[in-house]
Nanobody
Framework: LQLVESGGGSVQSGGSLRLSCAGS????????MAWFRQAPGKGREGVAN???????TYADSVKGRFTISQDGAKNVLFLQMNSLKPEDTAMYYC??????????????????????WGQGTQVTVSS
């Protein structure tokens, strides 16, 4: 399975971006998918994840501002980011694992549970 992110860029505080993650290859491995981010000098942080049945989980820092969704037919994962803040500046990665059991619990401290990762897309929010 290959994951390729796109949609990152530079925006001003309060702006919006929509990230995409296209999956190709063994797409049966995408029953639990997530967005993580990593800012310079910080650890990898879970942003949101989604299970194959559509259930979603969000980090407290992005609740009400970010929305994760997926187009199963096209094997694309999205992250709609609204009301962006400078502290959202980071490299954003999509990740996938086949087993969806306990998927919501992997958002916090569970990045090692994900088998497949994209190369990342940079999001920069200026004040």
């Amino acid at each position: 399975l290959q994951l390729v992110e796109s949609g990152g860029g530079s925006v001003q505080s309060g702006g919006s971006l929509r990230l995409s993650c296209a999956g190709s290859g063994y797409t049966d491995s995408t029953h639990c998918m997530a967005w993580f981010r990593q800012a310079p000098g910080k650890g990898r942080e879970g942003v949101a994840n989604i299970v194959v049945d559509g259930a979603t989980t969000y980090a407290d820092s992005v609740k009400g501002r970010f929305t994760i969704s997926q187009d199963g037919a096209k094997n694309v994962l999205f992250l709609q980011m609204n009301s962006l803040k400078p502290e959202d500046t980071a490299m954003y990665y999509c990740a996938a694992r086949k087993n969806y059991q306990f998927c919501p619990s992997y958002l916090t401290g569970g990045s090692y549970e994900f088998t497949y990762w994209g190369q990342g897309t940079q999001v920069t929010v200026s004040s």
